[in-house]
């Protein structure tokens, strides 16, 4: 007995031992090459953020420069790659599989793509965390990752696994969760269909599929789909109807009724509840600013820098000293201090050290 209260505690005390990523941590940036002229970076700003690594690179390499184009944000990022040779392409959104296809196209092998930042807990902007709600009447509480699949997603013969589809992410109709019941719920709730709701803004959208979905697009034949406001026609009364925050006033009185969004519009509807989500079933997270940070909630998102690396040969001494700097303490340092994103922890800066060897 005493064992199985240890375990149970350590599970649920686990998320809130884990501790916040500090720069101070990782190796400080020590150059390899020294960085003379141009660098091409094509794609989104990260909000700033890439301009504040530029110019903390400079401080190493002083004759380095940077040539920028913001204009194609993150959508024109992976095909800045092989159509106007850009160094690096930064984007907030995560490459699409019609990104990585026309990439495949040309060079025959896939960008890579490495993480330089952990997404934000609620700010606008900020690549925030996906928050799972329900109706502040449902008793529900916990949810896993495979289970959001089986009730936003439907079933599928095979699923994206790089540019290729496999039938090894197949999944059959039979697991789809359509009733509460199928959650454990009983009484009233046992046989009620759940009603699903969510964002179709590309970004998100494309995040929630490839999490989920392994990049399929089946989604629950009953999702109800809303957008930003900006992304309805200025002034239509039909576009104001998907407004997202219409989603958070339609599941306040829906007893029946879960969504995926943002805390900072589900924040100001206090009759909608917020659901722990588990990777594998357990233990359970919250979704809370430091769990966001130290990347113990399972919803979390990632900023991205893709790069043109051919398979087997050396990344070029340019791309590769800006990368270091941006996954060194000062890089890290770098994205702490700007506020918008948080730093990554060490584990995960070593897996993206690899990628550019």
Do not use: C
């Amino acid at each position: 007995m005493k064992l199985k209260l240890a375990l149970a505690f350590a599970l649920v005390t686990l998320p809130a031992l884990a501790q916040s990523p500090d720069p101070a941590l990782l190796p400080a940036y020590k150059p390899e090459h020294k960085v003379i002229g141009g660098i091409i970076i094509v794609g989104g700003a990260l909000k700033g953020q890439v301009e504040v690594w530029e110019k903390g690179f400079q401080k190493f390499h002083p004759e380095a420069t940077f040539g920028n184009n913001f204009t194609m944000s993150s959508e024109g990022a992976i095909h800045a790659l092989y159509l106007l040779g850009s160094d690096v392409a930064p984007a907030g959104d995560d490459a699409k599989v019609s990104d990585y296809l026309a990439f495949w196209e040309v060079k025959h092998y896939m960008p890579t793509e490495i993480s330089v930042a952990t997404g934000g807990y609620e700010t606008r902007g900020s690549l925030w965390a996906i928050q799972i709600v329900v109706n502040k009447d449902n008793p529900l509480t916990k949810l896993t990752m495979k289970q959001l699949d089986q009730i936003f997603g439907a079933g599928r013969t095979g699923g994206w696994d790089g540019i290729f589809y496999s039938a090894k992410w197949a999944r059959p109709d039979s697991e789809n969760i359509r009733t509460w019941g199928q959650l454990g719920l009983k009484g009233e709730w046992e046989n009620k269909p759940i009603q699903t709701y969510g964002y179709i803004a590309p970004g998100f959208k494309y995040f929630v599929e490839r999490k989920l979905f392994h990049n399929g697009d089946k989604w629950n034949e009953n999702f109800k789909e809303y957008v930003e406001a900006r992304q309805t026609i200025p002034g239509d009364p039909e576009g104001a109807k998907v407004d997202s925050e219409r989603m958070y006033e339609a599941l306040s009185k829906d007893k029946y009724g879960i969504a995926w969004g943002p805390l900072l519009h589900s924040k100001n509807y206090p009759n909608v509840k917020q659901i722990d989500l588990s990777e594998n079933g357990g233990p359970y997270v919250p979704m809370t600013m430091a769990n966001v940070q130290n990347r113990t909630y399972p919803f979390k998102r990632d900023a991205y820098i893709y790069i043109n690396k051919i398979p087997g040969h050396p990344l070029d001494d340019r791309t590769k000293e800006f990368m270091r700097y941006i996954l060194s303490r000062e890089g890290q340092q770098d994205v702490q201090n700007f506020g918008m994103y948080y730093p990554l922890p060490k584990s995960v800066i070593d897996e993206q050290l690899k990628k550019l060897e």
